[in-house]
């Protein structure tokens, strides 16, 4: 590709294929005029079984490391409001937050959500947005099924491993 | 965003109990620093919130703040060693400060530019002090400039430049250190004994460093093998006013870690503890210090000489022998400073009424060559009595975790002057007790009962050949 052009989609998504499997924590590409910033966080899926490199090497005086408990639901010690639906009781499984931000149910201001409860989604479907210090990740269900309820509210602000949503997972 | 409040109205706020309008500090650290920086926050009436792993979650520290938010998994590199994790808590929290601690973030000038533009303070230095002292280079340059003495060192040209090479290593003399300009802490350092290993090593150390600091340059300097470590407590007010609060003496060391740190420093002559403090407060003022800061020095056993090591550009994890030796209270007075308040230290002279000293109880085994462990703490007593201090987040029922450095407590022991010192952290020492897994403990006592130690002034090179004779006479 050239260095004068902006990038195509394909482009990206050929870029972060190329650097998924590699050892980084963040990287920064500039195509043309547009600069790209990519994130890559260890132990998003399993809270802490898979680390990367520069993780490694700082437990490596303690191998093998241990896998932290998985998705834990940690709560916040002072009274922070509670998300709304407690008339409903969550079924199925849940979907944490793989990182720290602010989560969005829809693409922009005044779009459509994502998805709505009820509806139902493949492993890969997006059902929100984390935004991190202006870095937006898409959130994906991880399962197929259908999701039952939100737990975090449109542009909420979420913790490491806090619920955002339910879902009744398709019998296989 | 809160803005900042005036001094009078936070002491309004403290006495309205009803609407929780304090500022909110964000402490992105863990272990005993950060019960130590919670502590600080409810002393000058802020709300702390701590910024937590998961496995950090529910930890002592946790339990002290008002709030806690989980930043990532339990790996510090998924977690505390992530800039804009700790920067997106701060805010969600809608903190007005961050306290970095040490080690993690505390030097980062990334962490600090991202609050910047959120509008957050980092309590700690602007961001191009960060990068002026955080490599050897610049420092070495901006002390030279300051007017501070630094070791006789020189830059290399060319690696591969047999002969320029040996010619500068004569120069300097033998034996000498090769240090990477960007390395930083005791990272990028050879020791080198005669010119064949020079040119052997040079071009070695080139390579590392480019692979470690993305930079190859290399400088040679002057070793000091029998050298005392000590530095200076400094606090500036960022706009190149200084306060200094004495000195540390920190050369009981194993491979460059400080095991017990003392203020003052023992046996200093007017003269070297003038120069040390002299050069310490002109390398603040050139640098316009903002807050709390160390400035390190080798201090010669054999000669006057007295060089630059380096700046910690944070609060230190053996702060509190300066804070009991002259009754501050130095991380009370970084959050005031960050709140745009007056960080209300006194000026104090160059010597305390008073000596302290402090262990570093560590979670590793001494009789295995300090391998670190993790496990549940099953029992702990600490010791009681006149100017004894404990600095920990360890308690029985604690599972001392596997992720992260092996610091437990610090033990810290005030009196009257070095002697009744000495005296009473051996007794302090004696009377702890950490069961459940190995800690430095048996070292300790070991070292607090070396006529060396006792006498003082013992150089960085002292521990190692001790304590392994010691060992080796424990085994056979």
Request: charged residues 20%.
């Amino acid at each position: 590709m050239s260095a004068d052009t902006n990038p195509s989609w394909q482009d990206l998504l050929d870029l972060v294929t190329q650097l998924n499997d590699s050892n980084y924590e963040s990287a920064s590409v500039q195509f043309g005029n547009v600069s790209v910033r990519l994130s890559n966080v260890a132990g998003f899926q399993d809270g802490g079984a898979a680390v990367s490199a520069p993780v490694a090497a700082l437990a490596a005086l303690a191998a093998p490391v241990a896998a932290a408990p998985v998705g834990i639901a940690v709560t916040p010690l002072a009274a922070a409001p509670v998300a709304a639906p407690a008339a409903v009781v969550p079924v199925g499984d849940r979907i944490d937050a793989p990182m720290i931000g602010v989560f969005y149910r829809r693409p922009s201001p005044g779009a459509p959500a994502f998805i709505e409860p009820g509806d139902h989604v493949e492993a890969d479907t997006t059902i929100g947005i984390i935004e991190i210090m202006k870095l937006m990740n898409p959130i994906t269900a991880g399962k197929a099924g259908v999701i039952t309820v939100f737990l975090a509210e449109d542009a909420a602000a979420v913790e490491f491993g806090q619920g955002l949503a339910m879902i009744t997972v398709d019998a296989s | 965003m809160s803005s900042i409040p005036t001094p009078d109205a936070l002491a309004t706020e403290l006495k309205e109990d009803a609407a929780d309008t304090r500022p909110v500090i964000l402490i992105a650290n863990r272990g005993e620093i950060a019960v130590r920086i919670i502590a600080a926050a409810k002393r000058i009436g802020a709300s702390p919130v701590l910024a937590a792993s998961v496995i950090d979650a529910d930890s002592p520290a946790a339990r002290m703040a008002d709030r806690v938010v989980v930043i990532g998994a339990s790996p510090a590199g998924a977690s505390y060693l992530r800039p804009e994790q700790v920067a997106q808590a701060a805010v969600n929290v809608g903190a007005a400060a961050v306290h970095p601690g040490y080690g993690f973030l505390s030097e980062q000038p990334h962490l600090a530019e991202l609050l910047a533009e959120e509008g957050i303070a980092f309590v700690g230095p602007r961001p191009e002090t960060l990068r002026a002292v955080g490599d050897k280079g610049s420092a070495r340059k901006v002390a030279i400039a300051a007017n501070v003495p630094v070791a006789a060192g020189v830059e290399i040209d060319d690696v591969d430049d047999v002969q320029a090479l040996v010619a500068l290593g004569n120069g300097i003399g033998y034996p000498l250190l090769i240090k990477a300009i960007h390395g930083g802490g005791g990272r990028g350092i050879r020791l080198v004994e005669n010119s064949e290993q020079l040119a052997v090593l040079v071009p070695q150390a080139a390579a590392e460093a480019l692979g470690a600091f993305g930079n190859g340059a290399l400088y040679l300097e002057r070793y000091y093998g029998s050298a005392r470590h000590v530095e200076v407590q400094v606090f500036g007010d960022g706009e190149g006013g200084v306060q200094i609060f004495g000195d540390r003496d920190c050369s009981v060391q194993r491979r460059h870690q400080k095991l017990i740190e003392e203020c003052p420093a023992p046996g200093l002559t007017d003269v070297r503890r003038k120069i040390l403090h002299d050069a310490s407060r002109a390398l603040v003022i050139a640098l316009k210090y903002r807050g709390a800061g160390t400035v390190e020095f080798l201090v010669d056993t054999l000669s006057d000489d007295v060089v630059f090591l380096e700046v910690n550009a944070r609060i230190q994890v053996e702060h509190p022998v300066t804070e009991e030796a002259f009754g501050v209270d130095l991380v009370a007075a970084q959050l005031r400073l960050a709140l745009g308040l007056d960080p209300e230290l006194p000026d104090v002279p160059p010597v305390p009424p008073a000596t302290v000293i402090e262990l570093r109880l560590n979670a590793e085994d001494p009789n295995e060559d300090f391998r670190p462990n993790s496990g549940d703490i099953t029992a702990v007593s600490w010791p009681r009595g006149p100017g004894i201090r404990v600095d920990t987040q360890i308690e029985a029922g604690y599972r001392f975790p596997l992720y992260y450095d092996s610091l437990m407590a610090k033990l810290i022991v005030r009196a009257h002057n070095r002697d009744a010192a000495v005296a009473a952290i051996a007794s302090a020492a004696a009377n702890t007790r950490i069961e459940g897994i190995k800690t430095t403990l048996p070292m300790h006592h070991f070292v607090l009962a070396h006529p060396d130690f006792i006498r003082g002034q013992v150089p960085t090179s002292w521990f190692a050949p001790v304590w392994e004779n010691h060992s080796n006479g424990a085994t056979s």
